[in-house]
Nanobody
Framework: DVQLQAFGGGFVQPGGSLRLSCSGS????????IGWYRQAPGKEREGVSC?????????????RYADSVKDRFTISSDNAKNMVYLQMNSLKPEDTAVYYC???????????????????WGQGTQVTVSS
């Protein structure tokens, strides 16, 4: 069975940093695009970032970011460990949300990564940014 688990959330002051981790089992990153999403209270879930490690023929390493987090967040992977990370720097109160990781069976990175129906979801991890 494919399972995802997101962890690493917590409470941080504005301007601080957190690193979220997404642990995957039952699949290999080669065949999936991994996305990070977040949902704040009263708001719709939004795509934050996405990563593809392979397009099926080459090591791709493609990444995408929502405009709201560009230049502050960095997505990366450790393929040997089947882990995907989201380094979040310069955090703002508006980054407060439950963050989820999700896996899409897709080699490469789809242009519509933010709206795709992902195949697997992990449980969320709370990130709170407040002074």
């Amino acid at each position: 069975d494919v399972q995802l688990q997101a962890f690493g959330g917590g409470f941080v002051q504005p301007g601080g940093s957190l690193r979220l981790s997404c642990s995957g089992s039952g699949f290999t990153l080669d065949y999936y695009a991994i996305g990070w999403y977040r949902q704040a209270p009263g708001k719709e879930r939004e795509g934050v970032s996405c990563l593809s490690v392979s397009d099926g023929s080459t090591w791709d390493g493609s990444t995408r970011y929502a405009d709201s987090v560009k230049d502050r967040f960095t997505i990366s992977s450790d393929n040997a460990k089947n882990m995907v990370y989201l380094q979040m720097n310069s955090l703002k109160p508006e980054d407060t949300a439950v963050y989820y990781c999700a896996a899409l069976f897709y080699m490469g990175l789809p242009s519509d990564w933010r709206t795709r129906e992902y195949d697997y979801w992990g449980q969320g991890t709370q990130v709170t940014v407040s002074s």
